[in-house]
Structure formats: structure tokens, C-alpha cells
T-cell receptor, first 115, second 112 residues
Framework: AQSVTQLDSQVPVFEEAPVELRCNYS??????LFWYVQYPNQGLQLLLK??????LVKGINGFEAEFNKSQTSFHLRKPSVHISDTAEYFC?????????????FGKGTKLTVNP | EAGVTQSPTHLIKTRGQQATLRCSPI?????VYWYQQALGLGLQFLLW???????NRGNFPPRFSGRQFPNYSSELNVNALELEDSALYLC???????????FGDGTRLSIL
């Protein structure tokens, strides 16, 4: 079985500051990794994905994440945040070869960007 | 390109009633997934349909069911509604296995 732990439930930062949202996963098999963002009263929007290849993944809105297999982590980073980045962020994994296709999500991290 | 569309946006029911939620995937996507986002429980996988067949099911009772139509749209049915079924139900689609899932804006189901 897979599980995802998002280490911070809430992260407050000031505008233009860097931010890192932490994600660790547990799995006995190879996985795909994803970060999604959810704005109030909306669904989930895919920020970025790691399927294979380079461990540094760049996504939309200036976000990037690094896959670290030895530490089973997939932390999300942005060098300078904007007010509009205020949202909830979810890390997710899926089984690479098992064919179950379901996404297992972390509990989410609420990012609040203050002026 | 139109995204995943879900209807209705909001649905209010009472205990014991039945609810039907609908989802249209992105054009060309054959897989449809359903997730429940309940307060305090996070996002939980419900069902996966691919090519008209149910391929996988999460840890939910049988009163949660669904189907996928020949045009790949899908509906989720919840029978004998209980108060704890109140949640945002999200539908996602992907073009095939192993590809990222794209989500709709959800149907908020409220049970009174």
C-alpha cells in the first residue's frame, strides 16, 4: 500500500519570499508523483508531475519539485511567491506498474501568502 | 480544449435519498476516476472506469456505484444517502493508463 505525508498542514509566507512544501511518500513499488493545487471552490489543477527521467521537474506558475528516491521525497518549491499562490496544495502518488491507476493523496498543505 | 465538466455544481438531498452525479471527460480521454473530498478525511479514491468497465474500486460501500457510457462520460450513483456522504465529489479523466489525471470542479453534495 502507498501513503503520502505532507509534513506541514499550513505554511504562511510573505509575498516574494521563497517557499518549500514538503512531501514524503511510502511505497513498496515504483511510483509516479504529482503535485496538484486547489483554489477555493474549485477542483484540482495539475502543477507538475514526475513520471521518469530528470529528477528535477518544472511545472506551471514557476513551481518546481525534486524527486529524491533515497529519501522518498518530492518537495515542491517556488523561489518567489505571489498573493495569487494562496491555495491548498496536494502531493499524490500512483503505482507505476500495478495498473490500479488510483491516486493516493496527502492531507494537503494550505499556503497563505501575505502582503 | 474543454476541461472535465461535472454536473450539477451543488446537490442537496436528505438522508435515505439517492443522488446521481455526472461527469464528461476531456475529449479523447477514455479513463474516468471519481474521488470523494470530505471534511477531515481528505481526498479518497472511489472508482475508476476505463473503456466502459469498472477497473478499480476504493474502500467504499456498495451503495456507491457508477457506470461509464459509450461516449466515455460517467455517472456516480449514491444510494441510501447518509449524513457522512456530504462532501465534494471530484471527477478526473486521463487519456490512458499512466498519464496524469485532470480534474473537474466537482459536485458538492450536501445531505440534510
Amino acid at each position: 500500500a502507498q501513503s503520502v505525508t505532507q509534513l506541514d498542514s499550513q505554511v504562511p509566507v510573505f509575498e516574494e519570499a521563497p517557499v518549500e512544501l514538503r512531501c514524503n511518500y511510502s511505497s513498496s513499488v515504483s511510483v509516479y508523483l504529482f503535485w496538484y493545487v486547489q483554489y477555493p471552490n474549485q477542483g484540482l489543477q495539475l502543477l507538475l508531475k514526475y513520471l521518469s527521467g530528470s529528477t528535477l521537474v518544472k511545472g506551471i506558475n514557476g513551481f518546481e519539485a525534486e524527486f529524491n528516491k533515497s529519501q522518498t521525497s518530492f518537495h515542491l518549491r517556488k523561489p518567489s511567491v505571489h498573493i495569487s499562490d494562496t491555495a491548498e496544495y496536494f502531493c499524490a502518488v500512483s503505482d507505476r506498474f500495478g495498473g490500479s491507476e488510483k491516486l493516493v493523496f496527502g492531507k494537503g498543505t494550505k499556503l497563505t501568502v501575505n502582503p | 480544449e474543454a476541461g472535465v465538466t461535472q454536473s450539477p455544481t451543488h446537490l442537496i438531498k436528505t438522508r435515505g435519498q439517492q443522488a446521481t452525479l455526472r461527469c464528461s471527460p476531456i475529449s479523447g480521454h477514455t479513463s474516468v476516476y471519481w474521488y470523494q473530498q470530505a471534511l477531515g478525511l481528505g481526498l479518497q479514491f472511489l472508482l475508476w472506469y476505463d473503456e466502459g468497465e469498472e477497473r478499480n474500486r476504493g474502500n467504499f460501500p456498495p451503495r456507491f456505484s457508477g457506470r461509464q457510457f459509450p461516449n466515455y462520460s460517467s455517472e456516480l450513483n449514491v444510494n441510501a444517502l447518509e449524513l457522512e456522504d456530504s462532501a465534494l465529489y471530484l471527477c478526473a479523466s486521463s487519456p490512458n493508463r499512466g498519464q496524469p489525471q485532470h480534474f473537474g470542479d466537482g459536485t458538492r453534495l450536501s445531505i440534510l
